[in-house]
């Protein structure tokens, strides 16, 4: 039976319209991330195109987001450079106002021969080298006796090497090697992130997520949205039916 009251016939049809609206945006986002295996020949947008999805992100990250510059840029302002130089100042503090054994006690027992060998090697090239008449005062004074005293020099003890010199040696040490451990460090950087293949490995990391993790991370940052959009149809839906009402009653039909 036709609806003789308009009032009732215009809330039936803004309510159908509303509902409609609604319901056609609840089922689009639904269809977003359901069904998340392939059923009937269909397959939520966001589950079938995962391997796209993960190619994009790790695109973005190796392209985009994290270039050696950028990362460089970021550690730079990152006061990196001020905590490398206080650092290196704690080390070089500490290794020279700590007392040291001797060098023999520190290398490994089976590396001694080798660095004795060395030493002798060593300063036989460097007498052998000298010219003429220098060559022969050398050989005076570096005798079997003097090369013996030498290698026994390994066996005492180093002490506190910051006795000899002045109290702000460590610092200035530090201010003097920090520009090239930081220049090294820069020079490194993209040999590093190449190595890491960060664009492979956010693949591979977004790829390896189960499709209930990845609609769990979607959802965290566009659920407010998502939701907004099935409160828009909701709207929508009501003022198209609306306005129709109005055209029908216009135009009479």
């Keep these: 039976m036709a609806l003789r009251n308009p009032w009732l016939e215009f809330a039936v049809q803004v309510a ?12 689009a986002v639904w269809m977003l991330f359901r069904p998340r295996q392939r059923r009937f020949g269909f397959q939520g947008a966001i589950p079938k195109n995962q391997p796209r999805l993960a190619k994009s992100i790790g695109r973005t990250v190796g392209e985009r987001l ?14 990196l450079r001020d905590a490398l130089e206080r650092q290196l100042a704690a080390v070089l503090t500490n290794t020279l106002d700590s007392e040291h054994g001797s060098l023999a006690a520190i290398l490994p027992t089976e590396l001694l021969p080798a660095v004795e060998q060395a030493i002798q090697e060593f300063l036989t090239r460097f007498v052998n080298d000298l010219p003429f008449r220098e060559r022969m005062v050398a050989r005076l004074v570096l005798t079997d006796r003097t090369v013996d005293k030498i290698v026994e020099a390994l066996e005492r003890p180093i002490g506190r090497p910051g006795r000899w010199l002045p109290p702000d040696t460590a610092e200035r040490l530090a201010r003097a090697l920090s520009p090239a451990i930081w220049s090294w460090i820069e020079q490194k950087i993209p040999a590093l992130v190449e190595r890491f ?35 828009t149809g909701y709207v929508l839906g009501g003022l198209i039916a609306v306005v129709l ?3 029908s009653k216009l135009i009479g039909i």
């Design 16 to 27: 159908i319209g509303t509902i409609a609206g609604g319901f056609s945006d609840t089922v």
């Design 245 to 247: 009402f109005g055209l």
């Design 66 to 79: 994290l270039t050696p510059h950028d990362l460089m840029e970021e550690i730079a302002h990152s006061g």
């Design 197 to 231: 293949r960060v664009q492979e490995m956010v693949e591979r990391k977004v790829l390896a997520f189960s499709q209930e993790r990845i609609e769990e991370l979607i959802r965290g940052v566009i659920d407010r949205e998502l939701r907004l959009i099935i409160r």
